[in-house]
Nanobody
Framework: VQLQASGGGLVQAGGSLRLSCAAS?????MGWFRQAPGKEREFVAG????????DYADSVKGRFTISRDNAKNLVYLQMNSLKPEDTAVYYC???????????????WGKGTLVTVSS
């Protein structure tokens, strides 16, 4: 399985960005994680294989939306109302188990940097 994230960039606080993750291979539950400078990697959002279930970290609920297009093997993270504390490298990830996605990842993609200026 290969995962390729894209869509990062520089945005002002209050702005929006959409990240995309292209996945090859079979369908997995998918998630987005992030790692800010000097901090540990943390779970951001997850989505089940069918797209029928989603989960979010409390820090992004109401601002971020995860979605997927299985026909195109794409997973998205729409990020609205961005804050400087959202600045991080964002990684997409694949897991064989949606319910343990936040703590158990089978495959990682390379990250994409999101910088939110104040």
């Amino acid at each position: 399985v290969q995962l390729q994230a894209s869509g990062g960039g520089l945005v002002q606080a209050g702005g929006s960005l959409r990240l995309s993750c292209a996945a090859s291979g079979r369908t997995f539950s998918m998630g987005w994680f992030r790692q800010a400078p000097g901090k540990e990697r943390e779970f951001v959002a997850g989505i089940s294989r069918s797209g029928g279930s989603t989960d979010y970290a409390d820090s992004v609920k109401g601002r971020f939306t995860i979605s997927r297009d299985n026909a195109k093997n794409l997973v998205y993270l729409q990020m609205n109302s961005l804050k400087p504390e959202d600045t991080a490298v964002y990684y997409c990830a694949a897991s064989s188990n949606y319910y343990t996605l936040s703590s158990s990842v089978n495959y990682w993609g390379k990250g994409t940097l999101v910088t939110v200026s104040s």
